[in-house]
């Protein structure tokens, strides 16, 4: 996670700065709480479901859907996974 | 005193001597013009701004001035300079007042980074100031000016000057620039409202400024807590609706039309999250002035 990042926590979105880009991105809750889970240190892919899965009521994203977050976390340079190796 | 105050030789020496100082509240401008007529049109629209010494710092140091040489002889135009440099291609001289608005909305938007400039309408009412974020056309300005003609203080119908320290409001009371039909609308809504000049022939149409009134230039060192961030949108013959918008959208939309949030980054960011963190969001759908100005009214508690 890059340096500076910021995250401005509203109900049930979030707003974060990349600091990389200095762009501003919305972002739903699944990703919010992905972020802020991350934004504490490095995690384990199961570290960060269990974060989701546990704060997103009704529970109904799936382990594809978070891979495909962090996915898409990444291409924006908010995160940076070490997934497919994990995966495999 | 105050500008309108000022015999017109005097300020006609002012304005092509040492400069027309004007305390905007958060920047303050020393302006100069060697045109008689502009020298009217100034007067007319800062008419309640105190009379200052030109001596100083100033943020903004513009003029306007006629063109010599062969363009002078084909059409009669002036320039607006700002720091010795031209940065817009001449106007017609007759439209010399709404050159010098633009200008220095143009200085202002590219040089006052000390403060996140959003792009929107500022007005206050009982110690709670509603921002107007909107595209041109929506018609912000035409709303700005029926709110600042019914009792609402004007900061600025053109930036909502946010503090980086605190997330204040700093007012920034301007003309306010009317185009085509909206000056005739504002005529309706408030025959005592001090409308300058028309100017028929910009590049936006007719023009004409609505004067500051003197409460709003007397307040404008007053910052104003942010309570409501309000996206209009003027639509004819529609009824008023106000509908909430989620404060992490109204986040995107308030940066994305700022002038300088990416100028100023981290920094804009943490002003934003102020902001709305201590305002309601909304959008306005009107096609009735005397209704919207009604619905204001209700989010600042009236």
Request: aromatic share 8%.
């Amino acid at each position: 996670m890059p340096e500076g990042l910021r995250l401005a926590r509203f109900d049930s979105e979030a707003v974060v700065f990349n600091p990389v880009s200095w762009q501003t991105h919305l972002l739903n809750d699944t990703a919010a709480y992905a972020l802020e889970a991350l934004m504490s240190g490095p995690q384990t892919f199961d570290d960060i479901v269990t974060a989701v899965l546990g704060n997103v009521t009704p529970p109904d994203h799936t382990v594809e859907m978070i891979q495909s977050l962090l996915a898409e976390l990444e291409a924006l340079g908010l995160v940076e996974t070490t997934l497919a190796k994990s995966c495999e | 005193m105050r500008v309108a105050d000022l015999e017109a030789r005097e300020l006609e020496a002012r304005l092509t001597g040492t400069g027309l100082a004007l305390d905007f509240g958060a920047v303050r401008a020393r302006i100069r013009a060697d045109q008689a007529s502009l020298a009217a049109a100034i007067r007319e629209v800062y008419r309640e701004y105190p009379d200052q010494p030109s001596r100083g710092f100033f943020e903004v140091n513009a003029s306007v001035e006629r063109v010599t040489g062969i363009r002078r002889v084909l059409r009669s135009q002036v320039k607006f300079v700002v720091d010795g440099e031209a940065p817009f291609a001449p106007f017609p001289a007759d439209t010399h007042l709404p050159l010098l608005e633009w200008g220095l909305n143009w200085c202002i938007a590219n040089n006052c980074n000390q403060f996140l400039l959003l792009h929107a309408g500022a007005v206050e009412r009982s110690g709670r100031a509603v921002l107007l974020p909107a595209q041109p056309g929506s018609g912000k300005s035409t709303l700005t000016a029926a709110l600042t003609c019914s009792g609402f203080r004007l900061l600025s119908d053109e930036f909502g000057v946010v503090d980086l320290n605190d997330g204040m409001l700093l007012p920034l009371p301007r003309p306010i620039a009317l185009k085509n039909e909206s000056i005739e609308v504002i005529r309706e809504f408030a025959p005592d409202a001090l409308i300058g000049p028309s100017f028929p022939k910009t590049r936006k149409g007719t023009v004409a400024h609505l004067a500051p009134d003197r409460l709003s230039v007397d307040r404008r060192g007053v910052p104003a807590h942010p309570r409501a961030i309000v996206f209009p949108k003027y639509v004819p013959g529609e009824p008023v609706s106000l509908e909430a918008v989620s404060p992490a959208r109204a986040f995107v939309k308030l940066a994305g039309n700022a002038f300088n949030y990416e100028v100023l980054g981290p920094a804009a960011f943490d002003a934003v999250r102020v902001v709305v963190q201590g305002s309601e969001c909304f959008r306005l759908r009107y096609g009735d002035l005397h209704d919207a100005i009604s619905a204001v009214r209700r989010l600042v508690g009236e």
